[in-house]
Structure formats: C-alpha cells, structure tokens
C-alpha cells in the first residue's frame, strides 16, 4: 500500500482514535492514500504502530464522511474522486461562497480589506512560482479572509468543512497552469465588488469561481477516468 511514509503525529490532547483518524484523513486528502486503494486494518495498524481498534473507529468515521466507501467482500477502499461526489461538493460551496461574499459586503472592517487587498497580490506572486502547494495556500488565505470577515463562526465552520472536502480535487485545479490567469481575475472581481459593497455583483462573482472550477475538475475527473 503506497510508501511507508504514512506516521502518526501524536497529539497529547487528543484521544488515539482521533489521532489516527486525523493521520488517516489527512493522509486521503492529500492523496497520500489513493482513491480505490485498500485499507487492510492489519497493515495500517502495524504502519502507525497502533492496535486494530482505533483503525476500525477511524475508518467507520471517514466512510461517514464520504471519504472511505465498504465494497462488499473486500471492504474498506479510500473513495474514489467521482463527477457526482464533486457536483455535491460544490453545489453547497457555491451556495455558501455566495453567502460568505454578501455578508463581507456589509461586515468586512478596514483592516480586512487591506488583508484581501494584500491576499489577493499574493496570491499572483504564488502563481508565478507554479508550485502548486504554494498557489493552494494562498487561495486558502485569500479566501478565509473573506469567510472571516462574515463574523458567522457556524458559516466558517461549514465552509472550513467543505474546504478540507474540496482538498482531493483542488489540487488537479491548482495544477492546471492555463487557469492561473482565470483565478487572478475571479479573485478581482470579488475583492472590487466586496470594496464597492456590491453585494449582488460579489455574490455572483463568487459563483463564476465555483462555477470554473467545476467545469476545469470535471474535466480533469473525465480525463482520468478515460485514462484507467
């Protein structure tokens, strides 16, 4: 299975079972643990160095999340990046960035739109460098500035949610190097629109962005289904 890179980062805070089920989240997420890939209770506990039970809670959590699935007669599989687990994905994203947008209109202080101002040239300095870690995390920040500045903590959390839900395919968008000029204007759109206080115009410039990238993923899902 993969590399033995996979290592629990022990917590003293948290609970086994949680450690281990962050270290397996994260190692799926990230794509350290491919989709369709097996997970053999037997094997990821002598990898982490941990009995069989926190792993068994641990996967019966992350197939609750939509990230393990349970075939019958092989059991657990990471699950795999699908057209319909993406569109239900986004169609709630695309929902709340629209929220999040409206609400900055009318909340964000005088300091977040400096941070988005900020954000948004470094995000186009992160784009020139064409590593995709770096123009991912600079997105992140752009965007957690303006989900910040709702001042909704149960809409940050939904939205950080989803964001951790959207980490599998954000990179195969992030990648894509023919969308970097795209982003840069998206995000103009939205920063413009929030300084105006145009909350109709940020609320559909927010969805354009979901909308693309939907449209950049669903190709990159199709191609690689066409490839296997």
């Known amino acids: 299975m993969g590399n033995d890179s996979l290592q629990v980062s022990m917590d003293e805070f948290l609970p086994l079972r949680d450690v281990v089920f962050n270290t397996l989240r994260k190692a799926i997420l990230t794509g350290e643990l491919k989709p369709g890939e097996r997970l053999m209770e037997i094997h990821l506990a002598n990898r982490l160095g941990v009995s069989r039970t926190p792993i068994r809670e641990a996967i019966r959590k992350l197939e609750l999340e939509g990230l393990v699935t349970m075939i019958p007669r092989r059991g657990a ?52 460098t064409k590593e ?21 903590q149960r809409l940050v959390q939904l939205v950080n949610n989803l964001a951790e839900q959207m980490y599998r395919y954000r990179f195969e968008y992030i990648k ?8 840069i204007e998206e995000h103009r759109m939205i920063y413009e629109s ?32 066409g490839r296997k």
């Open 77 to 128: 599989e990471v699950a795999q990046i699908t057209e319909k687990s993406l569109k239900d994905v986004l169609e709630v994203r695309r929902a709340l960035d629209a929220l999040c947008a409206e609400l900055a209109c009318e909340r964000i202080t005088e300091e977040g739109k400096e941070q988005l101002a900020d954000a948004c040239l470094e995000f186009e300095k992160a784009t020139k």
């Open 176 to 183: 894509d190097e023919s969308q970097h000029e795209k982003l």
């Open 194 to 225: 929030i300084m105006r206080k145009d909350s109709a115009a940020a609320a559909e410039a927010a969805r354009i962005h979901i909308d693309n990238q939907e449209k950049s993923i669903m190709k990159q899902i199709r191609l690689d289904s």
């Open 132 to 152: 995709a870690t770096v123009i991912a995390m600079a997105d992140v920040a752009l965007h957690d500035i303006i989900v910040a500045a709702t001042g909704n």
